[in-house]
Structure formats: C-alpha cells, structure tokens
Nanobody
Framework: VQLQAFGGGLVLAGGSLGLSCTAS???????????MAWFRQAPGKERDFVAA????????YYAHSVRGRFTISRDNAKGTMYLQMDSLKPEDTAVYFC?????????????????WGQGTQVTVSS
C-alpha cells in the first residue's frame, strides 16, 4: 500500500471532519515530488475532483463546490496530505480518495493521477 486515506466518518450537516492521506514505501521517499489531490465519488456518480496541492504546498486549487469550506495542506516531512472539511453539507457525502501525480503535473482530471489510496467514507446527515 503506497497511499492510505484516514479520517472518514459520520457527521451532522454544518460540522467538520479532517481527512489525512499517508504515503508509505517508495511513495514516502518521493512524496515531496508529487502533486497531490483529493477526489470523491458518490454512489452512482463519477469520481469528482475536490482539491489539489503542488509539491511545495503552494497553489491550492479547489472545486467550486468546496471552495471556502475545505482546506488542503501537506507535510512533506511526514509524507502526509490533509483535507480539513468545514461547514459540511449532505451533498458532500461520498467516498473520498487521495491521489498522487508522480510526474508532479496533475490537474483536476482523475486520469492525471497514477497513484491512488483506497478511499474513506464521509457521510453528512441532515
């Protein structure tokens, strides 16, 4: 396992939840070179982009639906990426995946990312 996501759960609408994604093995050694991102997939829907962050932690980029509510960050020394989710809405309910573009050039397209974590369920109840 090279990427593993943690932190999903059940939360009431308006609440907060934090996710983390930890790299291991070769992915840990090269983590600082990767562009990292979070995606999510609701039942019966396609995998959607949530947020991405460059290899140095700058230039965070968010989907319009989460901008102002979610914050992406990373700690290269720990080989870990984070997603702080505030003001959660029922429509945020999905399985959240972390992903790495090992060439450092990922955009908002899932196809740009070649390393994926296993996903963690986030459920927001109204």
């Amino acid at each position: 396992v090279q990427l593993q996501a943690f932190g999903g759960g059940l939360v009431l609408a308006g609440g907060s939840l934090g996710l983390s994604c930890t790299a291991s093995g070769r992915a840990f050694n090269r983590f600082s070179n990767y562009r990292m991102a979070w995606f999510r997939q609701a039942p019966g829907k396609e995998r959607d982009f949530v947020a991405a962050i460059s290899w140095l932690g700058g230039n965070p980029y968010y989907a319009h639906s989460v901008r102002g509510r979610f914050t992406i960050s990373r700690d290269n020394a720990k080989g870990t990426m984070y997603l702080q989710m505030d003001s959660l809405k029922p429509e945020d309910t999905a399985v959240y995946f972390c992903a790495a573009a090992t060439d450092g050039l990922g955009t908002s397209k899932p196809g740009d990312y070649n390393l994926w974590g296993q996903g963690t369920q986030v459920t927001v109840s109204s």
